[in-house]
């Protein structure tokens, strides 16, 4: 298992400095990261990658709870950018993907809506290392 440790936030710069090391940055999709890290914590994610307006949307999906549909192409401030859709029934992802699509992103993920404060929100950084 490679190590898990957090790193400070860089907004603009394609490098960061650990260390006294400096590392290129590479952008993972938020499924590979959470799917990385539930498996590490030997947990189940439940989220599901999407590409292309064209993909068969899951038909598991309850009807009976509301979704998040977000771009998950490593772009930063998606919020604020209209690029995460809160509180979508089953019946509206399709239409997420293509107004998503539209603007001319291609990789989407969908979670389960779980409403909690913006507070509690944590974020997490991976380091590669060659050995």
Do not use: W
């Not at 710069?13 to 260390?19: A, D, G, L, S, V």
């Not at 993909?55 to 772009?75: L, R």
């Not at 293509?98 to 950084?125: A, M």
């Amino acid at each position: 298992m490679s190590n898990l440790c957090y790193l400070p936030k860089v907004e603009s710069r394609e490098t960061i400095e650990y260390n006294n090391t400096v590392m290129a940055r590479k952008k993972i999709s938020e499924f590979t990261a959470k799917s990385f890290l539930f498996h590490q914590l030997s947990e189940q994610y439940n989220g599901v990658s999407l590409i292309g307006t064209d993909t068969v949307i899951p038909s598991n999906f309850d009807k009976n709870k509301h979704y998040v549909v977000k771009v998950d192409e490593g772009i930063k401030g998606r919020m604020k950018k209209g690029l995460v859709a809160l509180r979508v029934s089953p019946n509206e992802i399709r239409t997420r993907i293509q107004d998503f699509s539209q603007k001319g992103y291609h990789q989407f993920l969908v979670e389960e809506f779980i409403p909690h404060e913006p507070s509690q929100e944590k974020y997490f950084s991976l380091e590669r290392t060659r050995e």
